[in-house]
């Protein structure tokens, strides 16, 4: 059985950075990105395929959407990560704070020497589009982390124990961080 891939391989008119598709976005935080036309978007996608990529060792690049697709799985990996790293169960705002601490900070874009994943995604061709990219990512991160904490705390205040259960999945055996 092949893995899941993005339903926008075939959104025509996408900006690439890279090889790394800048879709539209529904979003509150100010960035780069378009506003989505429609209910559904990258980051749903990755919210919804996350556990079903979880499982796959190998994963086939059809597209730049494939790639922010991968980018959103890692990341809500790292999330997750972060949020069983600690033995007790954290309540939800405690939650939000720590998301939003590891969306903030630091981190590497394709062509930085620290990005881990630098052999499946090219570098920006400039300065410019370098920080485009960074921007779109920091958008990207924020929002994602929000929707996540909303899906892994739906039923109350612990989160769901079938969310952390995948933090011991590595999906292509990479990591962000």
């Known amino acids: 059985m092949p893995a899941y891939h993005s339903t926008f391989l075939s959104e025509p008119d996408t900006r690439v950075v890279g090889n790394f598709a800048v879709l539209p976005l529904r979003t509150k935080f100010r960035g780069p990105a378009y506003p989505a036309s429609e209910d559904y978007d990258i980051i749903d996608e990755a919210i919804d395929l996350f556990r079903a990529n979880s499982f796959f060792r190998n994963f086939e690049i059809k597209g730049p959407a494939d790639r922010a697709l991968i980018y959103g799985i890692l990341f809500i990996s790292d999330c997750l990560s972060a949020l069983s790293a600690r033995n007790a169960a954290v309540d939800r705002n405690e939650a939000g704070r720590i998301l939003n601490t590891l969306a903030l900070e630091h981190f590497s874009i394709p062509g930085d020497p620290g990005f881990p994943l630098n052999s499946l995604y090219s570098a920006p061709r ?3 589009e370098a920080e485009l990219l960074r921007g779109y990512l920091s958008q990207f ?3 994602l982390a929000v929707r996540l904490i909303v899906r892994v705390y739906d039923d109350g ?8 259960a995948f933090t011991r999945r590595r999906f ?3 990591s962000l961080s």
């Open 157 to 164: 205040d612990k989160p769901s124990k079938y969310w952390l």
């Open 126 to 128: 400039d300065r410019a």
């Open 141 to 143: 991160r924020q929002e």
């Open 172 to 174: 292509m055996n990479k």
